[in-house]
C-alpha cells in the first residue's frame, strides 16, 4: 500500500519548502511533489491537524530533490501546440484586418 507523509526539501538556493512524499510499501520513496504545499483545511480542526502534520515533517531527515527517483518528480504537463496557429491565421480567421 502506497503511503505518503509531508518532508522538508532543501533546494537549490538553500531555502527549505515542504512537499508531498509517497513511499512504496517497504518506505522507499516513490515520487513527490514539485512545488511546496500549504497547509490547508476544510475547518478549523483539518487546519490545524494539517499544520501539525507540516510540525512532524521537521523532525525528520531533510531530503533534496536528488533523494527522490528521477520519474518520481510530478512535472507538469506539457501542451500540446500542434494545433495552434499564428496571429495572421487567428485575425484571418476571425475576419479582422491588422494594419
Same mark, same amino acid.
Given at each position: 500500500?502506497?503511503?505518503?507523509?509531508?518532508?522538508?526539501?532543501?533546494?537549490?538556493?538553500?531555502?527549505?519548502?515542504?512537499?508531498?512524499?509517497?513511499?512504496?510499501?517497504?518506505? $522507499?520513496?516513490?515520487?513527490?511533489?514539485?512545488?511546496?504545499?500549504?497547509?490547508?483545511?476544510?475547518?478549523?480542526?483539518?487546519?490545524?491537524?494539517?499544520?501539525?502534520?507540516?510540525?512532524?515533517?521537521?523532525?525528520?531527515?531533510?531530503?533534496?530533490? $536528488?533523494?527522490?527517483?528521477?520519474?518520481?518528480?510530478?512535472?507538469?504537463?506539457?501542451?500540446?501546440? $500542434?494545433?495552434?496557429?499564428?496571429?495572421?491565421?487567428?485575425?484571418?480567421?476571425?475576419?479582422?484586418?491588422?494594419?
Amino acid at each position: 500500500m502506497i503511503s505518503w507523509n509531508y518532508r522538508v526539501f532543501r533546494e537549490e538556493n538553500d531555502d527549505h519548502i515542504i512537499r508531498e512524499v509517497y513511499y512504496d510499501e517497504k518506505g $522507499a520513496i516513490l515520487s513527490c511533489t514539485v512545488n511546496a504545499v500549504e497547509p490547508w483545511g476544510e475547518s478549523l480542526d483539518a487546519l490545524l491537524k494539517d499544520i501539525e502534520d507540516f510540525k512532524a515533517a521537521t523532525l525528520l531527515p531533510i531530503l533534496t530533490l $536528488a533523494d527522490v527517483p528521477v520519474e518520481g518528480i510530478r512535472k507538469k504537463r506539457q501542451r500540446n501546440r $500542434a494545433q495552434n496557429v499564428s496571429h495572421e491565421q487567428l485575425l484571418a480567421k476571425l475576419g479582422i484586418t491588422w494594419r
